[in-house]
């Protein structure tokens, strides 16, 4: 999984990238501290594999892991090449989703670039930004596609898709407002449109406003159901603040954010948002070698999911031993829960759960 981090220049973007990914990128307050995009990866917390591993003596344990980009911080005129808002908007087309990290904190020592505090302007600005950015691009993509079909059926279905997207670029609206049939959803997602990843609003506050993930403030309250106007996922955040656990060990992090009214780290949330934003699930494996957790899509069946981990297993797929992860742990054993009678034999169209601890039987 792939995360582009965006958003406008000064937002704290940087900051919280190298608290996310423990790196080292530049995070300065003046506009375009960051000039080239970082790039960083970070294994997926979870306190399963650990328990998972002891039960197998695993030798190793492989988490799943999230891979996050950031990119210079945007100004009005981005999407046109601004700042080198191309060259960056373009290197984002490659994310899965977008993180748009949103000002919300006051600092007379970091300047806004438009003077002010305001989430809601700022969120208009860089929506505004990828749609320019999309126009530019379906424009390109029509003075190419309306040769060709002139004399070719698919490019003439082609161009009728350009024409829907380029029309709700131009009133404004993401190239989400296109409903595109399951016929044609290759060839949208070949287009790697920015309005239509997914969003997820990273509200980057002051430590005051992080308690009870700022149900009582009420810009937050409308950004939120800003939020779910547009299907996006929101979540708030403080950057500082994450740069500051960086230096603590799992149990101060918890007593430091116990004492800011807070239940979870800001990657907690962005993971959670991220896996709901993107419908996604993880299955287990555990056995002597290893214990690892595999990321696929929600919906996926037992045969696809093998695919995750081999072609050969996919192709050759003959059942999935599968048992909860909860009660295998709560067991101690593969044996204790077979025991039990919670060991289920299922077959290819079985549709994956979160948390399925799964052995799959297979010959090729």
């Not at 309306?146 to 609206?173: F, M, T």
């Not at 994956?352 to 090729?364: A, G, H, T, Y």
Request: glycine content about 8%; some cysteine; overall charge negative.
């Amino acid at each position: 999984m792939k995360l582009g981090i965006l958003g406008l220049t000064n937002s704290g973007k940087s900051t919280l990238f190298n608290s996310l990914t423990k790196s080292v990128a530049g995070a300065g307050n003046y506009p375009f501290s960051t000039v080239e995009t970082n790039i960083g990866a970070v294994s997926v917390p979870d306190e399963r594999l650990g328990k998972l591993a002891a039960i197998y003596n695993s030798k190793k344990i492989t988490p799943a892991v999230i891979e996050f980009m950031d990119v210079a911080g945007l100004v009005r005129g981005a999407g046109k090449g601004e700042g080198l808002g191309n060259r960056f908007l373009a290197q984002i087309r490659e994310a899965d989703a977008v993180v748009h990290v949103v000002r919300m904190f006051e600092d007379p020592n970091v300047a806004h670039v438009d003077g002010n505090i305001d989430p809601s302007r700022d969120i208009e600005t860089i929506n505004l930004e990828l749609i320019f950015s999309d126009l530019e691009l379906i424009e390109r993509r029509l003075a190419k596609t309306s040769k060709a079909a002139k004399a070719d059926k698919a490019a003439q279905r082609e161009l009728e898709l350009l024409n829907a997207v380029n029309s709700k670029l131009e009133e404004g609206l993401p190239a989400s407002a296109v409903s595109f049939g399951a016929e044609d959803e290759a060839f949208a997602a070949e287009l790697n449109l920015l309005t239509r990843k997914p969003v997820l609003y990273a509200i980057n506050v002051s430590e005051n406003d992080l308690a009870d993930d700022g149900a009582n403030n009420e810009t937050i309250k409308k950004l939120r159901e800003r939020a779910e106007g547009e299907g996006a996922e929101l979540f708030v955040v403080c950057a500082k603040t994450e740069e500051e656990l960086l230096s603590l060990d799992e149990d101060e992090q918890m007593m430091f954010l116990n004492d800011l009214g807070v239940s979870e780290s800001g990657l907690s949330k962005l993971i959670k948002a991220s896996y709901r934003s993107l419908g996604l699930i993880s299955y287990l494996t555990a056995g002597p070698k290893e214990t690892r957790a595999w990321t696929i899509k929600r919906g996926m069946n037992a045969r696809q999911a093998a695919g995750k981990i081999h072609s050969d297993i996919e192709r050759g797929f003959i059942r999935a031993e599968i048992v909860n992860c909860e009660d295998l742990i709560r067991l101690g054993s593969y044996n204790a829960a077979k025991d039990g009678g919670l060991i289920r034999l299922e077959g290819k169209d079985y549709i994956v759960r979160e948390s399925d601890v799964i052995l799959f039987r297979f010959n090729v």
